[in-house]
């Protein structure tokens, strides 16, 4: 029996509506619609859009309603995605830029002809000349570069300032553990940070809804596992077993990370709902936490020069001092506890070597 053509024809048209990318479909009463036509009959296309993120939807146009149809170009809708590269955020790494650069050089391989080579080409020295910098140790902080070298000069004001904007994410996302962890980073660097006053006062809160939190847990725990051996107990011997088997496996690894977290004295240990001896020195950690807050401080702090001026200063000063002035201008640091992970960078400008 001979094949039909017309079906043959039907079917090649759609496979290539299905494969464009993405159609602009303007109708007679001036409503654009954006989609991709998925099936075209006599009397009606059917167009796939975006409803939200995620979310599809189909819509039917009957043909007599539409007054053209403009097919995006593949390296149209590419290269939209590879406007997004720009501007980098925030303290992004080497490894980050590198990944953006590959992304525009397979569509530059990808789309040779494309019109729009010049402005890919362009997003791709940009990054390239950003990755430079972060390459020799620079970053982009507030959307500024910030080079090697007036990083090292300012040090102690960028980096108190860093983990005082990531304190606050975690805090607005909700990420208490997260945010104490950095917290208690930020105690042993920034403990007379400008930033402190501030941070304080919500690391409280934090401390007190974490709390909730892990005391809620903990009230629960006995009835979280009663309800567990009621389930296990409707099974099936087969799959009770496999289940107890599972939990004991379970219970022993949360148990080996516990004692490893305490083992590394990790400030604030990972808890887990399933184990209640997690849960139970997470919360131990929390009111110890709360108790140093609320305890008088143990020194009264003099009206010393500020930690980040005081940095600053050294650093411009160390080069040109004679080697009596370098030792009094790091002794006098010293005294006024500046963290040692900054005097080792100011260490760095003693000439001759000290």
Partial sequence: MKIPFIPTLSFCCLAIIASASADIVLLNNGQTLEGKIMFESDTHYTLEVQVS??????????????????????????????????PVPDLVGVIEYEMRIKKLTDFINEFPSSKKLEEVRKIQELLKSELEVVRAGGFKYSGQ???????????????????????????????LL?????????????SEGKSRVDIVPKIKQVLQIYKTNLSESLSGYDDRIKAREVGLARMTEDDRQRTEKALEEQAEN???????EKTLKVTWVTPDENYKDSMVEALRQVENEIKRLDAPPKFILTATQPKEEAYRDAWNQLPGASVEDQKKILDNLKR???????????????????
């Fill in 336 to 354: 006024d506890r500046m963290p040692e992970y900054y005097l080792e960078k100011l260490r760095t400008r003693l000439s001759p070597k000290q």
């Fill in 178 to 190: 997260g945010a104490l962890r950095l917290f208690s980073d930020y105690e042993l660097k920034f």
């Fill in 53 to 86: 993120k995620g979310i599809k939807d189909e819509k039917q146009i009957l043909k007599s309603e539409v007054k053209s149809i403009t097919k995006q170009e593949p390296d149209n809708l590419k290269f939209t995605e590879l406007k997004g590269l720009v």
């Fill in 145 to 175: 570069l910030i080079k090697a070298d007036e990083y090292l000069s300012n040090a102690y004001a960028y980096d108190e300032s860093i983990i005082s904007q990531k304190i606050n994410r975690d805090i607005n996302n909700r990420n």
């Fill in 254 to 260: 949360l148990k080996e990370k516990l004692n490893r």
